[in-house]
């Protein structure tokens, strides 16, 4: 497939954080359904400086809004801003991809969904990291019985606060605390999985509301800084379908991040990856063992013939432009950052309140699988044929 095959849709970036280059990189030279053509932030000798690396056009908010050429606004402001500049784009007409969190209450977020129904326009919200090639080998593993029944989950991460708060200062403001920054990876890739939460107990902990500035390119380097936000959150899920697991992550730890994320079956166990990543491996621990003939069981490593091996955040972006050529829902969509951030919410409700289990009310469905790609990494997208997706 080339761009002669489909007609691309127009996008237009806000924001020129650290963020931004992986995404202009696989929108730009990876997604043959977008084309990228403008950038704005407040900063304009940033944005110029952005525009001009990428061949794009550098321009101010509000011009980006007013041009009628954009189909989609890809949000990666900072999180505090991410509800009014949702707000701007859709009453400017535009789809909308935004960078996590969605929003910092699901109650904001509800809102942003309700105003995206009455706009009759896609919202989207990442992480994308759950189209990666490893999730999709698992999804398909547990689609297909490979587990048996499943049983149970267990995830747990670590950060080290020491170093990325002294480097990332928006990590201290409102949205870059462990629940809303980094669990929601856990969370989203869980869902697409396994399906929706029904309730949750949690403890959210905020232990070091200062910290040294360590970073020796920080303008407070040696200083005393302020790092209100939690940095540990431990947490019983069960599920819409009754499976029940842990979530246990501290950002109080070692500086590489280190992964466990197993799901547990009838059949045996899956090992998965980091869903802070798109590269991993799915391993299979097989259920073999045999007492009478002295067997043990067997780790497998399975197939993975999908595609977003590599870094590919922005690929859900191209996912929302594949949503409106086909008329269908997207994959990274409102529903499920809404449902997530519901869940976040009522992990700080019930740690706030020692209320032990509090009920989720909202609810998704499992993001459509993605299929094994057919030439250009963004066919995995694809939901119809070739001849029938314009």
Wanted: overall charge negative.
């Amino acid at each position: 497939m080339n761009k002669q095959n489909i007609e691309p849709l127009h996008v237009g970036v806000i924001g020129t954080g650290a963020i931004c280059g992986i995404y202009l990189d696989t929108m730009i030279q990876r997604m043959e359904i977008l084309q990228v053509d403008a950038i704005a932030a407040r900063n304009m000798a940033r944005t110029q400086e952005v525009a001009d690396k990428y061949g794009i056009r550098a321009c101010t908010v509000d011009q980006l809004l007013a041009d009628k050429t954009i189909d989609i606004v890809v949000n990666l402001t900072p999180p505090a801003v991410h509800e009014e500049m949702i707000e701007k784009c859709l009453n400017a007409g535009k789809h909308v991809y935004t960078e996590k969190c969605f929003a910092l209450t699901a109650a904001a977020a509800e809102r942003l969904c309700h105003l995206a129904e009455d706009k009759g326009l896609y919202l989207g919200c990442a992480p994308d990291t759950f189209f990666a090639g490893w999730v999709q080998a698992a999804r398909k593993a547990i689609d297909d019985g490979l587990l048996g029944t499943v049983t149970s989950f267990v995830m747990a991460g670590n950060r080290d606060n020491e170093k990325l708060l002294s480097a990332n200062d928006y990590m201290n403001r409102p949205g870059g605390g462990t629940l809303l920054d980094y669990s929601v990876y856990y969370l989203t890739v869980l869902t697409a999985l396994l399906g929706p939460v029904e309730r949750v107990s949690a403890m959210v902990k905020a232990p070091y509301p200062t910290h040294i500035n360590c970073y020796p390119l920080s303008p407070k380097f040696g200083q005393v800084i302020d790092t209100p936000n939690d940095s540990q959150v431990y947490s019983i899920l069960e599920l819409e379908s009754g499976v029940t697991g842990t979530m246990a992550i501290n950002s109080d730890s070692a500086f590489y991040d280190q992964s466990y994320f197993a799901v547990y079956g009838t059949k045996g166990i899956l090992y998965l990856g980091d869903p802070d990543w798109f590269e991993g491996t799915v391993r299979f621990y097989e259920n073999t063992l045999d007492f009478d003939k002295g067997t043990h069981p067997t780790l497998l490593t399975l197939d993975n013939p999908f595609g977003f091996q590599v870094n590919s955040r922005g690929a859900g972006v191209a996912d929302l432009a594949w949503s409106i050529r086909e008329g269908r829902p997207m994959r990274a969509s409102k529903e499920l950052a809404y449902h997530v951030l519901d869940v976040q919410t009522r992990m700080a409700e019930s740690s706030s309140g020692n209320s032990g289990f509090v009920a989720v009310p909202s609810t998704c469905t499992r993001p459509a699988p993605l299929a094994v790609p057919d030439g250009t990494e963004d066919s995995a997208l694809r939901t119809k044929p070739q001849d029938t997706a314009n």
